[in-house]
């Protein structure tokens, strides 16, 4: 079993949608949760970064952390055909030095 | 400026062969990775050089030899090449401000490497 799990879709919404992202981890020993956003052919790029549980907005991206369940989640409100990217979940545990990502969704968001 | 460059961007080549790619950044930063995409976009860590030291080498077969000159500059060297080792490859930065591995990484555009 990966130490995050990730569903890698596709999904496909139309525009305007709200958008729900996820992922569950087994590691209890992660402390920071971050979302990278990666466009077709490029190399990923932090959206969000969380510490520990709790809800953390930016503009129309909001990143939740629920420790106790071990779920992570990132929602994109009013989302746009220039999102359309996949999304990989990241933690790390404190003093770890690196990063273990989900295998990322592929998300199309439709004009 | 591209803050975080690899080179080559696409390399196709024979099984057995051995190859090189080259990663500089231009951010400053302290520390540097190398990471395997596969062909279902799972992302893993290989290495992680913190000032030139090696800090981090994950299960990689010993085929794969990272070296890192300075700061700036992480190249990775494979020996030997298996189909298996077909996948893009970023390379990474980020500044150490004492988070334990949880500093923003910036990644490069990625080599995409294909044996036959």
């Known amino acids: 079993q990966k130490e995050v799990e990730q569903d890698p879709g596709p999904l496909s919404v139309p525009e305007g949608a709200i958008v729900s992202l996820n992922c569950t981890y087994s590691n209890s020993a992660f402390q920071y949760f971050m979302w990278y956003r990666q466009y077709s052919r490029k190399g990923p790029e932090l959206l969000m970064y969380t510490y520990s549980s709790g809800n953390k907005e930016d503009g129309r991206f909001t990143a939740q952390v629920d420790k106790s369940s071990k779920y992570i989640s990132l929602f994109i409100r009013d989302s746009q055909p220039s999102d359309s990217a996949t999304y990989l979940c990241a933690m790390s545990p404190l003093g770890a030095q690196k990063l273990v990502f989900g295998q990322g969704t592929r998300l199309t968001i439709n004009p | 400026d591209t803050a975080v460059s690899q080179t080559p961007k696409y390399l196709v080549t024979q099984m057995g062969n051995d190859k090189s790619i080259k990663c500089e950044q231009n951010?400053?930063?302290?520390?540097m990775y190398w990471y395997k995409q596969d062909s279902k976009k799972f992302l893993k860590i290989m290495f992680s050089?913190?000032?030139?030291?090696?800090?981090i080498n994950e299960t990689v077969p010993n085929r794969f030899s990272p070296k890192s000159p300075d700061k700036a500059h992480l190249n990775l060297h494979i020996n030997s090449l298996e189909l298996g080792d077909s996948a893009v490859y970023f390379c990474a930065s980020s500044q150490d401000k004492g988070l334990g591995g949880a500093e923003t990484q910036y990644f490069g555009p990625g080599t995409r490497l294909l044996v036959l």
């Open positions: 951010l400053g930063h302290d520390t």
């Open positions: 050089y913190n000032n030139k030291e090696l800090i």
